[in-house]
């Protein structure tokens, strides 16, 4: 492979890698949520993790927000898993680049 087609290669892995790491936030759909005592024990499981930043849940709307901390992450299995421990059932997860305020805005919260 010629320089000119190696830069191109390497600028869209790059751009790629780049894009995943700037999602800042990990939405889950998660089941079984019933009451405060659930949000409350969510919250103060995830944010019990290194790189989470702050959390929200939304009862309502079946939400639990996760906003990472600057240049840190969080295996989409190990948040799944630390849900499933607890009792809950996460039916989807989404790496979104909003912050928890957006969330919240946007639930009408």
Same mark, same amino acid.
């Given at each position: 492979?010629?320089?000119?087609k190696?830069?191109?290669?390497?600028?869209?892995?790059?751009?790629?890698?780049?894009?995943?790491?700037?999602?800042?936030?990990?939405?889950?759909?998660?089941?079984?949520?019933?009451?405060?005592?659930?949000?409350q024990?969510?919250?103060?499981?995830?944010?019990?993790?290194? =790189?989470? #930043?702050? *959390?929200?849940? +939304? %009862?309502? &709307?079946?939400?639990? /927000?996760?906003?990472?901390?600057?240049?840190?992450?969080?295996p989409?299995?190990a948040?799944?898993?630390?849900?499933?421990?607890?009792?809950?059932?996460?039916? =989807?997860? #989404?790496? *979104?680049?909003? +912050? %928890?305020? &957006?969330?919240?805005? /946007?639930?009408?919260?």
């Amino acid at each position: 492979m010629n320089t000119m087609k190696m830069k191109v290669v390497l600028a869209i892995v790059c751009g790629s890698l780049a894009f995943a790491a700037s999602a800042r936030t990990v939405k889950m759909q998660v089941n079984g949520m019933v009451c405060a005592f659930c949000a409350q024990g969510i919250e103060k499981r995830l944010r019990s993790m290194a =790189s989470t #930043q702050d *959390v929200y849940v +939304s %009862l309502k &709307d079946k939400v639990v /927000a996760v906003a990472l901390k600057d240049g840190q992450d969080i295996p989409d299995a190990a948040l799944v898993s630390s849900m499933k421990e607890a009792g809950y059932d996460v039916t =989807s997860v #989404q790496r *979104v680049d909003a +912050s %928890l305020a &957006d969330i919240r805005k /946007a639930r009408g919260k």
